[in-house]
């Protein structure tokens, strides 16, 4: 494969990832103010990971692992505090990443949950952080 053998039970692989997460608006908040809006924020990373992989047991897999890399981010708001906007924004920044998990292993298939944080740093703004929770079905031919 394309892992590096650390040892018996170790090994380091390296992943390419592409995403994309999306988020419909309903309110935001400038200078304390709250006010409906109605749009979307979508953002698409592109990062290049490091994952370290723990065979534990012949069928268990632990992981945990980093990456960076860059997030395109657009933004669209059809209106704000009832008024009509058509506003539009995009932008790329830089983003990293932490991910954790398990998977077992069953004939050539894998079942897993895990856990990963995506942060982007906006240019001027406070860190926009992603937790996701996710369950995978792996099948291998």
Request: net charge negative; aromatic share 12%; proline share 3%.
């Amino acid at each position: 494969g394309d892992a590096l053998k650390l040892s018996d039970q170790l090994t380091l692989a390296p992943e390419l990832e592409v995403g994309i997460i999306y988020n419909s608006l309903d309110n935001a908040s400038a200078g304390g103010q709250i006010a409906s809006v109605s749009g979307s924020f979508t953002q698409v990373p592109l990062l290049a990971n490091a994952v370290l992989n723990w065979q534990f047991s012949p069928n268990w897999v632990a992981y945990a692992g980093a990456g960076a890399g860059l997030d395109y981010s657009f933004l669209s708001v059809s209106s704000a505090g009832g008024i009509g906007l058509g506003a539009t924004a995009s932008e790329s920044d830089f983003a990293w990443q932490g991910m954790a998990g398990i998977r077992y292993k069953f004939g050539s298939s894998e079942l897993g949950l895990g856990y990963k944080y995506l942060a982007v740093q906006p240019s001027g703004l406070q860190t926009v952080g992603n937790n996701a929770f996710m369950v995978s079905y792996t099948f291998h031919f």
